[in-house]
């Protein structure tokens, strides 16, 4: 059963031919099997999980079922979850239970689907390795000696393992795409405002959106369906009509034009020629654009999204929940033991960026300056959209790395996600694909969408997979 | 020698009925952190979302100062730590404030300034820290968080305490005017933080500033100013130097000492808040709200003395609270009703004299007042028409107050109708001179300033046999006429 | 970055770096500042500073609140995952105006 897709659980769930309660007890089997060597789960859901798959059972006998009723999903652990702990992989919050739900989570819990568990992932959703987990890091299944990249490193490789069908990720600067590219699943980031951030920890607020990733562009559509939407309680979720992505997937990409960053493609050591020439097949047409402030994405992310950071992570006091120190001799000694103590090595260093570049003095060679390099970097964007309808580039400059290969350096770390961070700073949609293997590692491309515009991103995705089978290959220790 | 300068930053609590960025409630004195939502205590995963309202009541400032509005404004988040901050910053508004540059006129003395305000921005309150509820420890409140506020800042153009109270006076009415907050100032809805320096009388250069936070009362800001102002002054003479410093006022010993836990210079690190954009006024609504503005307390003022031939004293205290302008406007309206030639000031000496010692005394506002527009009026009436002596019509007036009632019912009850006719008059007057001969030959025989106090003998007399109720300057008229025949 | 600077940033931060790492935090922070200066040389005069990402057609949309009581007592339910509350309050050291 754990080899299906969204889809194909759907057609079987329907057709009743397994219930919902055998396909919970087999996934559970296999997370509890298989988590000790991927340490991908944080949270299992087990006793919960199975008293709501035998609802699903009723509601199915009673005929009283949604499209996505009984369907499993894993919640990166970030997402604010009311039965279940949040912890965001932090020591800060290794007890914490939200008294509230997010609204991506109550969406899917509403139309039905059942939650396997919350996934492991980089503290706070900062890093590219899931190495800056408080709870240790998780393994890439194609090889555990790897990382699965992160931030969204658990969710990935919880797909990948066929542990869950689907889970949920954030994207801040790359986090569902690069951990999507490492594990060989499909990653999509919607554009930014198109689902709720309501209960979503935040890293930086103007960068984050949360997302799915999958196994194939179908399942990733129609989660897509169930979690995007204004919500009134995101001021900065979009107030835009959400189409039916489902219905285009099968649309003919003839005359539609990809374009190449040319920025994306010096140098590049990911080879992603095949794919291209899969689009040609399917008519699309080939463009090579110019984005000529890419370089600057990196920098001026990692003044952003500090900054922002320095200022969502202050709420972390020890006073209302949360991390709280021994003992404190006074106020100040209650603020800096209880963050110190609760807070990881990225997490302090992003922190202490951050307050460094809005400090007095700094905040306009620093802050204000990375705020119009993002203007720039998004123009260029908007350029490139005049002339063709998306594009096509690389998630990553490598395939998964070693664990502990970058650990130590920082900013080797930060360069990881050159190609994905554009993207998050032009708040664009973008859809990671499987698209081979190097060394019997996955790689992965992402195309990228004009605003709101996902769903030529899934049109596109499905068509290049209804032609492959990267997206169909699995790790053969976890099969 | 020295002069003074203050500028003073305002803060307003808007009367929405949620908070600025949360559903929560409003209300004052609730049980601790009952009013404290998600958003107020910043969880983890919680946005903020502007309420509309609050938009609504500083554009309402704005126009009625005649400030600019800003078509766009931008919310910060101001960063420090501090337990009363749940997120470890407040949402304000930095470098692009809601209200621009304006003004507001005072009168001091009987001259009017017109104070120029720099601006006025949106921001949330605040929690509370209590530091003598628990031993050993500080409780934390934080119904009080994300209360909504706007700042007004003035310019440091006011010279003394006294234009400092007036300028807040000045605010205050126009606030309460504008109905966008209850004015509250023992409740917090309007507190103050002074800035005061002082410099050499002639010199251009401001001197350092202290700024005094917190203040709740008129008479605190009085006394706050007045303490600091004396203190630089002291200061100087002895040849110190002013520091650029935090104070507070203690209330009980009349004087400011320094803040503690301001001593550390903070930086802020403002930015622009992520989690809000930005806010844009559209230009037809702001038309629209500039439309249905309430009369503001300089107009109202002077059509109280044109309208209703006032002197001013009387309409400036009328107009101090729109809500005491309005039932004297009601008391008009129905005395209209009931006499065309409508005694105007009598209704405002009534009003301003009866109505407001009573309400006074008990600690109420007008909003409390027992008794109706409509009965005062008929009261004022029936003084007017002469059925009741000003004696009387106390008389009726603290019985209406325990017991509202229509007045001539009241009057009837009482007996207390006044006797105006000549006929009645005349019988009691020849009643009393025939029963005191001797009196009136005194009378006759007596020089011009011994019969005034004669008269007042007859009167009295008079009062007495009509149980108070003769209209004493028929009586005095009729007889004068009487005994000099 | 230098020493002071780190700790003057590690107090408004109110984070503690221990004496050890305090070489090792100034030589990442200076690598990653340095790496940022490449912004420096790009003339950005006249470019408005982009602070949401979301371009002005989707965003003029964007609705405020309308003055509602949505929110009721949860104060049990909200204290719950307070570290030290009584009566009521969170309760925090002795704090000195």
Redesign the interface.
């Known amino acids: 059963m754990h080899q299906f897709t969204l889809s194909e659980l759907q057609q079987h769930l329907h057709a009743r031919d397994f219930s919902c309660r055998s396909l919970f007890e087999h996934l559970l089997t296999r997370i509890t099997q298989y988590n000790t060597s991927l340490n991908c789960f944080i949270h299992i859901n087990s006793d919960h999980a199975l008293q709501q798959a035998e609802l699903a059972d009723k509601a199915f006998h009673q005929g009283n079922v949604t499209a996505l009723t009984g369907l499993p999903i894993a919640h990166k652990d970030i997402f604010c979850t009311q039965h279940m702990p949040t912890t965001c992989a932090s020591k800060m919050l290794a007890n914490f239970t939200a008294p509230y739900e997010s609204t991506v989570t109550a969406k899917l819990l509403d139309q039905g689907m059942i939650c396997v568990g919350k996934t492991n992932m980089d503290e706070f959703a900062m890093g590219s390795s899931n190495e800056s987990s408080f709870f240790g890091p998780c393994k890439n299944p194609w090889d555990i000696s790897r990382v699965p990249g992160g931030s969204s490193g658990g969710s990935a490789a919880a797909v990948a393992a066929q542990l869950t069908p689907a889970a949920t990720g954030t994207d801040t600067g790359g986090s569902i795409r690069q951990p999507a590219a490492f594990c060989g699943i499909t990653g999509l980031k919607p554009t930014y405002g198109r689902v709720s951030r309501w209960g979503m920890v935040a890293f930086a607020s103007s960068l984050d959106q949360a997302g799915v990733m999958t196994r194939d562009v179908a399942d990733a559509a129609l989660l897509l369906q169930a979690i995007a939407g204004h919500d009134a309680k995101d001021a900065t979720s979009a107030i835009h009509p959400v189409p039916n992505y489902s219905a285009t997937l099968m649309q003919s990409l003839a005359g539609k034009r990809l374009g190449l960053p040319k920025p994306m493609f010096e140098n590049l050591q990911i080879d992603l020629e095949p794919a291209i020439s899969v689009f040609k097949q399917l008519g699309a047409t080939v463009h090579s654009v110019d984005l000529p402030h890419l370089a600057l994405s990196v920098p001026a992310y990692y003044v952003i999204a500090p900054a922002e950071c320095s200022s969502n992570l202050s709420r972390f006091d020890g006073v209302r929940f949360g991390h709280r120190c021994k003992d404190p001799a006074d106020l100040q000694d209650l603020y800096q033991r209880s963050r110190s103590e609760g807070f990881g090595a990225e997490v302090k260093r992003r922190i202490l960026m951050g307050t460094y570049t809005l400090s007095t003095g700094y905040y306009d060679a620093y802050y204000k300056k990375a705020q119009q390099i993002r203007r720039l970097i998004q123009q260029d964007f908007i350029d490139a959209f005049k002339s063709v309808d998306f594009l096509l580039g690389p998630c990553t400059p490598t395939t998964a790395f070693k664990l502990g290969e970058k650990q130590l350096d920082p900013l080797t770390m930060y360069l990881s996600d050159i190609y994905t961070i554009a993207i998050n700073l032009a708040g664009l949609p973008a859809l990671a694909l499987p698209c081979g293997f190097q060394q019997d590692l996955p790689i992965g491309l992402q195309l990228i969408g004009n605003f709101f515009d996902e769903a030529l991103l899934l049109n596109a995705g499905h068509q290049l997979q209804q032609q492959t089978h990267w997206h169909k290959a699995t790790p053969a220790s976890f099969n | 020698m020295w002069e003074a300068v203050i500028g003073l930053e305002v803060h307003v609590q808007l009367a929405?009925?949620?908070k600025i960025f949360?559903?929560?409630?409003t209300n004052f004195g609730a049980?601790?952190?009952?009013?404290?939502?998600?958003?107020d205590?910043?969880?983890?995963?919680?946005?903020?979302?502007?309420?509309?309202?609050?938009?609504r009541m500083a554009c309402m400032f704005g126009l009625a100062i005649k400030a600019e509005i800003a078509p766009t404004s931008?919310f910060a988040?101001k960063?420090y730590?501090?337990?009363d901050s749940?997120?470890?910053?407040q949402i304000s508004q930095y470098e692009q404030p809601i209200v621009g540059k304006g003004q507001l006129d005072i009168t001091l003395d009987q001259s009017q300034k017109s104070i120029a305000i720099t601006r006025a921005h949106l921001e949330e309150d605040a929690g509370k820290?209590?530091?003598d509820?628990?031993p050993?420890?500080?409780?934390?409140?934080?119904n009080r968080a994300g209360m909504p506020l706007l700042e007004i800042v003035s310019e440091p153009v006011l010279s003394s305490s006294a234009e400092a109270v007036a300028y807040l006076k000045a605010l205050h009415t126009l606030i309460t005017y504008l109905g966008i907050s209850d004015g509250n100032m023992a409740e917090g809805s309007m507190r103050c933080d002074a800035n005061v320096s002082v410099r050499p009388r002639g010199q251009t250069q401001l001197g350092t500033r202290a700024e005094i936070k917190n203040i709740n009362s008129f008479r605190f800001v009085e006394k706050a100013i007045d303490y600091e102002i004396a203190r630089q002054i002291d200061l100087l003479e002895q040849g110190g130097r002013v520091q650029q410093e935090t104070r507070?006022f203690d209330s009980h010993t009349q004087t400011t000492r320094i803040?503690?836990?301001k001593e550390h210079a903070n930086?802020y690190?403002?930015?622009?808040d992520?989690?809000?954009?930005?806010?844009?006024i559209d230009p037809q609504w702001l038309q629209q709200l500039a439309e249905q503005l309430p009369e503001l307390p300089a107009a109202k003022l002077e059509r109280f003395q044109q309208a209703y031939e006032l002197p001013s004293q009387d309409a400036l205290q009328l107009c101090q609270h729109p809500a005491l302008a309005d039932y004297y406007e009601q008391i008009i309206q129905q005395a209209q009703h009931l006499k065309s030639n409508t005694p105007t000031k009598l209704c405002a000496n009534w009003l301003l004299s009866e109505v407001l010692g009573q309400l006074n005394k008990n600690q109420q506002s007008i909003q409390d007042c027992p008794i109706t527009p409509q009965q005062l009026a008929q009261l004022v009436v029936r003084i007017d028409d002469q059925t009741l002596s000003s004696k009387m019509a106390k008389q009726v007036f603290e019985s209406l107050w325990i017991k509202p009632q229509d007045v001539d019912d009241l009057i009837e009850q009482l007996g207390l109708k006044q006797v105006t006719d000549n006929s009645i008059l005349q019988k009691i007057i020849n009643e009393i001179i025939q029963q005191n001969a001797e009196q009136v030959q005194q009378y006759q025989q007596s020089t011009e300033d011994k019969r005034k106090k004669l008269l007042g003998f007859f009167v009295g007399q008079i009062m007495k046999q009509s149980k108070g109720q003769a209209n004493p300057q028929q009586v005095n008229e009729l007889l004068i006429k009487a005994l000099t025949n | 970055m230098d020493k002071k600077t780190l700790i003057d940033m590690a107090y408004l931060a109110r984070l503690i770096v221990e004496e050890a790492d305090v070489s090792n935090y100034c030589t990442q922070l200076s690598q990653i500042l340095h790496f940022i200066e490449q912004m420096q040389p790009i003339n950005t005069d006249h470019v408005e500073p982009l602070a949401h990402p979301l371009p002005t057609i989707y965003t003029s949309l964007i609705a405020l609140r309308t003055d509602q009581i949505t929110e009721f007592n949860q104060r049990e339910q909200l204290q719950r995952c307070a570290p030290s509350i009584q009566d009521g309050f969170y309760v925090v050291p002795p704090v000195i105006e």
């Open positions: 929405t009925r949620s949360s559903g929560s409630a049980q601790p952190n009952t009013q404290a939502s998600l958003v205590l910043g969880l983890p995963g919680v946005l903020p979302v502007l309420n509309a309202d609050a938009v931008i988040r960063n730590f501090y337990p749940p997120k470890g910053y820290s209590i530091h509820r628990l050993h420890a500080s409780a934390i409140d934080l507070l803040m503690r836990s930086d690190r403002y930015f622009p992520p989690d809000l954009l930005p806010v844009n």
